[in-house]
């Protein structure tokens, strides 16, 4: 399978100034999909300008005619399965069948309380997971859905025409736990890392691709139990939280090695963020242009 490079532009520009442009540009770049996280502020954006992913991506789908679009990641934090199925079949009608939906379970962040609810533990988390992914599943694919969950619930839901990608958009599953891996076999087109967490601040970059592997290979298993072939999954690396976060970043000779390493690995999808100046995510526009048109070529 050929190395497919992406990006993400986080929701901070006003559409009319800049947010348009950063879409349209995605396109011209040749990048296979553009994302947006799902959040309703995030980390050190909270006290600046953050807008919604589900209105940022129709302007977007209006903007571009090739592009994909996607969340990268939607949670259950703020998001109940029948309103989001709606949305998501609006929103691929308007994209003319581009989006896919990245979703994960979520994290303790402002999203975790912003309706006024306690934050979840883990198990918690992991319990609206399992519950979310299978009703969406369902919801995005029958015109008709009544389902009592413990967590979840739907009464005669319907979503009719349906989606114009079938049987359904595709998810892209971010998940390295047991529960999650298998809720992306059982469920997933795609799977998502970050690298492991744990390695962030303190690890090496050879520790960081060992845990990779050891996630593919986990991966594999859970597909195997599910009977599915894990190749059947792309494998999407989200870039900007491993330890070697900046040097990707820094020259396409940087970013073509880090590329080529973790696809070896098995990583099939990459995606780095558009540039935002005094960020986390600030660098070279010149390098983020350069990755985008020569990188792929490189990786052949």
Wanted: glycine letters at 8%; hydrophobic letters at 40%.
């Amino acid at each position: 399978m050929a190395m497919r490079l992406s990006t993400v532009i986080l929701p901070v520009r006003r559409w009319s100034d800049g947010g348009r442009d950063e879409w349209q540009r995605a396109e011209r770049l040749g990048f296979h999909t553009a994302y947006t996280y799902d959040h309703l502020s995030w980390r050190t954006f909270r006290d600046g300008p953050w807008f919604g992913a589900v209105p940022t991506l129709t302007a977007a789908a209006a903007a571009t005619d090739r592009l994909r679009l996607g969340t990268l990641v939607t949670s259950p934090n703020f998001r109940h399965p029948v309103t989001l199925a709606k949305d998501l079949i609006t929103l691929d009608d308007v994209s003319n069948g581009r989006i896919t939906l990245g979703i994960g379970a979520g994290g303790n962040g402002f999203d975790a309380t912003a309706l006024g609810q306690e934050p979840w533990t883990p198990r918690e988390r992991a319990d609206h997971f399992a519950e979310f992914v299978p009703l969406l599943d369902r919801l995005l694919t029958e015109p008709s859905v009544t389902q009592r969950g413990a967590l979840y619930s739907a009464d005669e839901a319907r979503n009719i025409p349906g989606c114009v990608q079938r049987p359904r958009i595709p998810f892209a599953v971010a998940a390295t736990g047991p529960r999650g891996l298998k809720l992306a076999a059982e469920h997933g087109q795609a799977w998502v890392t970050t690298g492991d967490p744990k390695l962030f601040e303190a690890g090496t970059p050879e520790q960081s691709r060992d845990a990779v592997r050891g996630q593919i290979d986990r991966l594999a298993a859970a597909c195997a139990q599910a009977g599915r072939d894990p190749e059947e999954l792309d494998k999407v690396l989200l870039t900007g939280f491993t330890p070697d976060r900046a040097r990707p970043m820094e020259s396409l000779d940087a970013f073509v090695d880090f590329a080529g390493a973790h696809f070896a690995l098995g990583i099939t999808e990459i995606v780095i963020h558009a540039p935002i100046p005094d960020s986390d995510f600030a660098a070279d526009e010149k390098v983020f242009e350069q990755i985008a048109t020569e990188a792929l070529a490189q990786l052949s």
